[in-house]
Structures are given as C-alpha cells and as structure tokens.
C-alpha cells in the first residue's frame, strides 16, 4: 500500500506540474530529478556530500546519544541529581538546535565539529527523555526484589533493573534520534560546512530547485536506510522479548 501511494503522490505531483497548477520554476517535477541526479553523481558532488554529511552525523548521534542516554538514566535513578538538574534542563531543552549555531561557530569555527556539536544538541534531548522516562517507568517492586537478591546498590540496580526494565525506552529513543539527527544536518550545515544541507543551499542560490529536491530525497533515503538498519540492531538487543 505504501508504493501505491508514493505512486499517486509522485504521479500527482507530475500532473500539477504539466498542467500548470504548480510554476516548474519554482517546483521541480519529478521527471526531471533523475537528470539532476545525474549530473549531480558525474561531477562527484552527491558522493561527497553524502560522505561529509554521514561524517559529523554520524559522530553528532553517538555523542548526543550517549551522554543523553546517560543524563537520562542517572537524574531518573538519583532523586538529588535529577533535582539539581530540574531547573537547568527545563531552562535549555527548549532551545532548538538552530539557535545553537552562533555558538558552534564561535567556538569551533566553520568545520565539522560545529556541525557535530548542533546535531549532538538536537539528538540529546530526545534520548535524555526517552530514558528519563523508561526509568521513571520501572516497576517499584523490581527494586525490592533485587534488593531482596544482594543487588540493592546503585550498579546492582542498574544493571539488574534498570537497564534491562528500561531497554524498549532507551532503544526508541535512539530510533527517534536517528531521524533528528537527518532533520538537524541542513541546520548544522547552514554555516558553510560541506555535506548535503550545504550543497542545498547552494543550489536554492542557484534556484536549481531541481536540485535540492535530489538531496531532499537523498536525506529521506538515507534516514530510511539508517532506520532499517537499526531495526536489526534493536531486535537482536530486545531479543528477549516475546
């Protein structure tokens, strides 16, 4: 079902083009993306945004993640950490990624590390919640009845409890993050660094909208690769499951 209705959508589209409901200067139709992308790939310009973006996006997830995923499971386990913290977290986590790339320019400069630190910020919150809220969700009894078996410390309750209790939560987030993390690439890339947000501006300049729409689509693709391939990953950590 979901091929016939990219087929309607794309078919649609095409039809608004030709008929002239939508200005082909302004909206590219689908037929003439395939020659945009062939001259995109011939001149070596897709390849290598494609490769610079997947290089700070790649490190941005797995810093954003992590120290997320961490801040999460912590002020969810300590009450007097997560009360330090309430204010601090309530002050920044409405701040979108955006606002973040003066900053990322003042204090990397225009380079892959900007665009790392932007995406970093956007994929942080998500999985900072996604496991604050998996910890928060942990059946009290689970706690008692490690206690009860000598695991009633902090490692013992994470490792015995918390982490296996709050898997499935964990696991969305990172999920939910690898798509923010494709959505904060354009933002992060804003600034000049090269990669596919960078190469859209450049062609949206050009009014090449052809073009843009290519790498509209080549980030789509991408997301849905990354997300296939993480299916497999989070089927083989939550193998236990029924």
């Given amino acids: 079902m979901s091929a016939v209705g990219l087929f309607v959508f794309f078919g649609l589209w095409e039809a608004s083009v030709r008929a002239g409901f939508l200005p082909s200067g302004m909206v590219p139709a ?42 999460g499971l912590l002020c969810g386990m300590v009450a007097v950490v997560d009360g330090l913290l309430e204010g601090v977290v309530r002050l920044l986590r409405p701040v979108p990624g955006l606002a973040w790339v003066p900053f990322a320019i003042l204090w990397f400069g225009l380079n892959t590390a900007g665009a790392t630190f932007v995406i970093a910020i956007s994929v942080f919150w998500i999985n900072f919640y996604a496991a604050y809220a998996a910890v928060r ?9 490690a206690a009860a078996f000598g695991h009633g410390g902090f490692w013992g309750r994470l490792f015995k409890v918390v982490l296996p209790a709050s898997a499935p939560g964990l696991m969305a987030g990172l999920r939910t993050g690898l798509g923010q993390g494709w959505m904060s690439v354009v933002a992060a890339e804003l600034f000049g660094v090269p990669g596919i947000g960078a190469r859209m501006m450049q062609a949206s300049s050009l009014l090449a909208t052809d073009v843009v729409v290519v790498y509209m689509l080549t980030m789509a693709l991408l997301y849905a690769l990354t997300d296939f391939l993480f299916g497999f990953v989070s089927s083989y950590v939550l193998r236990w499951q029924p």
């Fill in 137 to 145: 969700g942990v059946d009290p009894e689970f706690y008692e009845l």
């Fill in 30 to 71: 689908p037929s003439s993306l395939w020659q945009a992308w062939l001259d995109e790939v011939h001149g070596g310009f897709w390849q290598q945004a494609i490769l610079d973006s997947l290089s700070h996006y790649s490190l941005g997830l797995l810093v954003g993640s992590v120290f997320g995923a961490l801040l």
